[in-house]
């Protein structure tokens, strides 16, 4: 029965955190984005985040993106320069192909720096991917 069960995987759809100016306040921001990369659109984009290390932990914090297509992207959220010494936790759930897909993307503690920005396809800013586990 169990190897009945598909498990898609989730690929070309990524967490990236970029930093921008934020012409309101007049500074640089670490913003979270969404990236999906796939030919096609996915539906339903939910982003569920958090922070932690030890007994410190942010709130939970959920969004609901709806629709992005094909080779696109949306904000998630801004992360404030405190959460940054945290492992921030972003779990993405979304619907393509009438399945439902899901996939944790992980940055380490501290490993959100000026030191570690690489150009960020499809979006063309500065910015940082999760390492590999």
């Known amino acids: 029965m169990k190897k009945d069960i598909e498990i898609p995987i989730a690929k070309d759809v990524h967490v990236a955190v970029i930093r921008e100016w934020n012409d309101e306040f ?5 913003n979270a984005y969404l990236i ?3 030919k096609d659109a996915i539906e339903m984009a939910i982003v569920v985040s958090k922070g932690y290390d ?5 709130s939970t914090m959920r969004h609901g993106l709806g629709t992005l297509g094909p ?3 949306a ?3 801004v992360l404030q320069e405190e959460v940054l010494a945290l492992t921030n936790e972003f779990f993405v759930t979304f619907f393509a192909e009438g399945k439902l ?5 992980l940055f380490q503690k501290n490993t959100i ?3 570690s920005l690489t150009t960020i396809p ?5 910015g940082i991917f999760p390492q590999k586990p």
């Open 122 to 126: 499809l979006i063309e800013k500065e």
């Open 54 to 58: 030890g007994d410190i932990k942010t």
């Open 113 to 115: 720096t000026e030191n």
């Open 75 to 77: 904000k998630i959220e």
């Open 36 to 38: 999906n990369n796939r």
């Open 26 to 30: 007049l500074s640089k921001d670490w």
């Open 71 to 73: 080779r696109s992207f």
């Open 101 to 105: 897909y899901e996939k944790k993307f």
